[in-house]
């Protein structure tokens, strides 16, 4: 999750990274289904994190366990991952995919990423990793001009600037393979997308609130797509390309 303009987030603005109504049941999840089965190194960069002033950017615990269980489901080998502050998420991805699977990730910001990359790298699998510093879309506008980079991505994941998504679906739409998936973070934008047009909301949400309806209207009716829309985090949106 990233903020747009300068306001900053709290833990209060998301609540608990999860729009379920109940804390408890929330925890539950947690203490019951997550926590004893996350990895140790995980667990470790979880906690890392939590030490960061932007710690409500990262993906949540449940939200880790489910990218990891949902690349081993579709044994995904080439992947790439567009926003990865201190790289919770990646290391999800990295400990699901295959030895010589390989992940480009891409971030403005190294130095959040060099916070979490001594786990990544105690974990065994920063040699599956390739970061690049900067903006996403002139790699991938590079990277099209390659014939053999299409459908060469068995899995996408997208948790950058919001502004940006239907820019980066433009592209990563030819990038993913038929029968691959791309999923976009942060569709339910801290459940303002349900909120009335005239409600008091939060600078940054406002901001990016619109970009991310558009977005969840153009994937609802983009015919080479399947999607599904998930209560996870912040809300998540696989699409399975059909062709």
């Known amino acids: 999750m990233e903020a747009n303009g300068g306001d900053k987030m709290s833990h209060q603005d998301f609540g608990h990274k999860s729009l379920l109504q109940s804390d408890d049941l929330y925890q539950y999840i947690l203490e019951t289904s ?24 990262a993906t949540s615990a449940d939200g880790g366990q489910f990218l990891n ?10 992947t790439m991952e567009i926003g ?28 959040d990423y060099e916070l979490g ?18 903006p996403a879309l002139p ?28 820019n980066y679906h433009k592209r990563l739409i030819d990038l993913v393979k038929i029968g691959g998936v791309i999923g976009y973070d ?18 940054y949400i406002m901001d990016s ?8 209207k153009a994937l609802a009716a983009d015919p080479r797509i399947e999607i599904c829309m998930l209560p996870i985090g912040d809300g998540v949106t696989l699409c399975r390309r059909i062709k």
């Open 209 to 216: 609130r619109d970009f991310v309806l558009e977005l969840n």
């Open 139 to 166: 790699v991938l506008d590079e990277m099209l001009k390659d014939e053999k980079n299409y459908g060469s991505l068995d899995f996408i994941f997208v948790d950058a600037d919001k502004n940006n998504y239907i």
């Open 69 to 78: 269980m949902l690349l081993k489901l579709i044994n995904a080998k080439n």
């Open 34 to 57: 997550v926590y004893p089965r996350e990895p140790e190194s995980m667990k470790e960069l979880r906690e890392v994190t939590a030490k960061h002033p932007w710690s409500v950017m």
């Open 84 to 111: 990865v502050y201190t790289g919770y998420s990646l290391l999800a991805a990295a400990l699901a995919i295959p030895h010589d699977g390989k992940i480009l990730a891409m971030d403005i910001n190294r130095e």
């Open 117 to 134: 990359l001594p786990v990544i790298e105690k974990a065994g699998v920063a040699h599956k990793i390739e970061f690049k510093e900067g």
């Open 186 to 203: 942060n569709t339910l934008w801290g459940g303002s997308v349900a909120a009335p047009p005239d409600a008091p909301l939060k600078k």
